[in-house]
């Protein structure tokens, strides 16, 4: 037999690396409780049509795709949002709005691996659907800036744009959507020259100013933007829809550093505000999300509103090794209990089970090893502290225990054990 690898772009993720994404996990879903988001676990494996539907080029030629046994094309999700969307259009659509949910888990997309960038990684995704106020745009901004305080992270800010403005001037001047969508690209890309190609004189104009624009705040941005639309009434709507949002927002403590009005995150469903959150040492977007009003209707459903985000977990994680933020854990007391003899395993294995009831992180000597050997081991594994159950402590209804930072050792009454260990 060959040795055997994880395949190219895949990783396995080992009990550290697993500790720090579940411990964002955790701190993803406690976010969502406290703004009153439920959980949804939707299938890894989904239509390959659904999954194509308003994506973007990028996406759709790196899915995971494949026959299933009866010879359906699926893909492997992208991402949560198509998934979601086909919900509310159908299992959902008699739900009482607004719908707000989370999902958790993974996603896959063949992109090149590199450093924040895999083929498997981690999405803690949340939809608000149904309404298309800017109240519940800006709750999703103001929610993932709650999320990343919650894990600790500092110096977060959010790049902000609205895709109403550039597409209310192409559709303005006529362009068909499928020309849209390649400018937006392309501009995305900061590829203009390539983008201006594809239109005429006097779009040209427009888009050439706005590309230029710079400003001393969001709400100075939104001024110069908008001074750079007259005539295009619905990109001026879009711009001032962008205002209401971030009124709503810049009351918080969410960092809005910038407005690019030319920025257009490469999702061909999203049709309002958008943004991405980043730190100032890692250049890479943490999370992204935005407004997508057209998704649930072509999906067949009721004509619905929507805005959501999905965080990539895995990024977060770098970027909180970065920050030397780690989970938080410090105050779980650990302990290895070890029998002294073979036949004290059960009274052993009792108190163990003890001290697990009482919340206390227990490791129980299974390798059979002497006193000696095994407290070498729980000194390298880093335990609080060694409880050793031996014949003469057990006559009095003791054990010793030992505390490993400072080298101590005190005989205790078992029933005192736990209390004296959460100490
Ligand atoms: P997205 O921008 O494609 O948006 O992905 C969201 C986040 O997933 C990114 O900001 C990034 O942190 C992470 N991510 C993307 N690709 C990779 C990768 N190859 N490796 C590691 N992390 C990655 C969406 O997925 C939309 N569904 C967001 C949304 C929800 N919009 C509305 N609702």
């Not at 994880?6 to 990783?11: E, I, N």
């Not at 049509?49 to 790196?62: F, G, H, M, P, V």
């Not at 918080?252 to 469903?269: A, T």
Request: one cysteine or more.
């Amino acid at each position: 037999m060959p040795e055997f690898k994880s395949v190219r772009g895949m990783r396995d993720l080992l009990v550290e690396e697993t500790k720090q994404l579940n411990f964002i996990i955790e701190k993803a879903r406690e976010t969502a409780k406290s703004y009153a988001y439920g959980e949804v676990t939707t299938p890894i494996v989904e239509s390959n049509e659904l999954l194509c539907a308003k994506t973007s080029d990028e996406i759709r030629n790196r899915m995971f795709t494949f026959k299933d046994l009866g010879d359906r094309t699926v893909s492997l999700r992208p991402e949560f949002t198509a998934s979601i969307a086909r919900l509310v259009s159908n299992v959902l659509k008699k739900s009482p709005r607004p719908i707000r949910v989370l999902s958790v888990g993974s996603v896959y997309r063949y992109d090149e691996p590199q450093r924040g960038r895999y083929r498997e990684f981690w999405q803690s995704n949340f939809e608000l659907i149904g309404s298309n106020k800017p109240e519940a745009d800006a709750e999703l901004i103001l929610l993932t800036n709650n999320f990343l305080n919650k894990i600790g992270l500092k110096n977060h800010f959010f790049k902000v744009g609205h895709m109403g403005i550039l597409k209310g001037v192409l559709n303005q001047e006529g362009i068909i959507e499928k020309t849209q969508t390649k400018i937006l690209q392309l501009m995305d890309k900061k590829e203009y020259a390539k983008a201006f190609d594809l239109i005429d004189d006097n779009s040209r104009s427009v888009l050439e100013s706005l590309v230029k624009i710079t400003g001393k705040n969001v709400f100075d941005t939104i001024e110069k933007i908008k001074n750079q639309l007259d005539g295009y009434e619905k990109a001026k709507n879009a711009a001032d829809n962008l205002k209401n949002i971030l009124e709503l927002v810049a009351e918080s403590d969410s960092q809005l550093k910038s407005i690019d009005p030319v920025f257009s995150r490469g999702l061909e469903y999203y049709t309002g505000l958008i943004f991405e959150v980043q730190i100032p040492e890692f250049d890479i977007s943490l999370g992204g999300g935005g407004r997508y009003d057209q998704l649930i209707e072509l999906f067949g459903g009721l004509s619905t509103p929507a805005v959501g985000v999905a965080h990539g977990i895995d990024r977060l994680n770098i970027a909180l090794q970065i920050q030397g933020i780690h989970a938080d854990d410090q105050n779980i007391k650990k302990v290895f209990v070890i029998p002294v003899t073979t036949d004290l395993r059960i009274r052993a294995l009792e108190i163990s089970e003890k001290l697990r009831n009482s919340g206390i992180f227990v490791e129980f000597e299974v390798m059979g090893r002497k006193v000696g050997k095994a407290l070498q081991y729980a000194n390298k594994i880093n335990m609080d502290y060694v409880v050793l159950v031996g014949e003469s402590e057990l006559k009095t209804g003791s054990v010793a225990l030992r505390d490993l930072a400072k080298h101590e050792q005190i005989t205790i009454k078992i029933e005192n054990l736990a209390k004296k260990i959460r100490e």
